[in-house]
């Protein structure tokens, strides 16, 4: 777990799964990856074995306990739609999602056929929102997987942007993050690139979250675009569903 994220777009992470394999050109310098060899390194228990694919079921029920409503990132180092996370421990994932319903969490994946293939079996919830990783047009399919889904709040991570995303079809999509490639091996990021994405967020009326140019340094590359930065969320929506979330907060249910 990790109050008070750096992640830009959320405000904490929650893992109940860790490690995964790489499965297209986005993976191929993972920040996870290295992250979690750091980790091992340094005797942390959750990854005594590196990135291999890991379940945490002692991690369950963590974001029960934090009292504060906060947007939280599932899986920050792992994707929860894995084909070695059974059936059986993503719908635990679920349920502790939907118990904490104080919360906004947000599931990430690249592994759109199985989500799409699991999401009829699933007990989606306002709070829940889901997100597939687009990182060049090769792979923009996976925003159909995302559509079919039953998620109330649907959001496109287009990062590390690998290249042109023209003519997207942003129907049904709430919520779009880009970024640049960060660490010792980034690859470059085309400025065109992001603008014309931010142009169709802006024709489609879709927020728009521009979360780093990237590179080898990106706290000197900096996030800003055209002179600002770009912070959008899923405005009303959001708004309403966390007011929902605190009338119907009692702390009497959460887990001490």
Known sequence: MAQGSSIEWTESTWNPVTGCTKI????????????????????????????KLTIQPHMLEIPLRWKKPQTIFVNSMSDLFHKDVP??????????????????????????????ELSPKLEWAPNIWMGVSVENTKYRNRIEDLRSTASSIKFLSLEPLLGPLHDLDLRGIDWVIVGGESGPKARPVDPA?????????????????????????????????????WDEMPGDRVDKQRRHRLRDFEPLAVVS
């Open 24 to 51: 297209s050109p986005g993976c191929k310098h993972c920040y996870a990856k290295r992250m979690a060899e750091r980790l091992q390194a340094m005797g942390q228990a959750n990854y005594a074995s590196g990135f």
């Open 193 to 229: 690139w992001v603008t014309d994405l931010r142009d169709q967020c802006e024709r489609a009326r879709v927020p728009f979250f521009f979360k780093q140019w990237g590179g080898k340094n990106k706290k000197r590359t900096g996030r800003l675009l055209e002179g600002r930065t």
């Open 87 to 116: 059936l059986t421990y993503v719908r635990q994932v679920f349920d502790v999602m939907r118990r904490a319903h104080w919360h906004c969490f947000q599931v990430l994946t690249k592994r759109a056929g199985r989500l799409a």
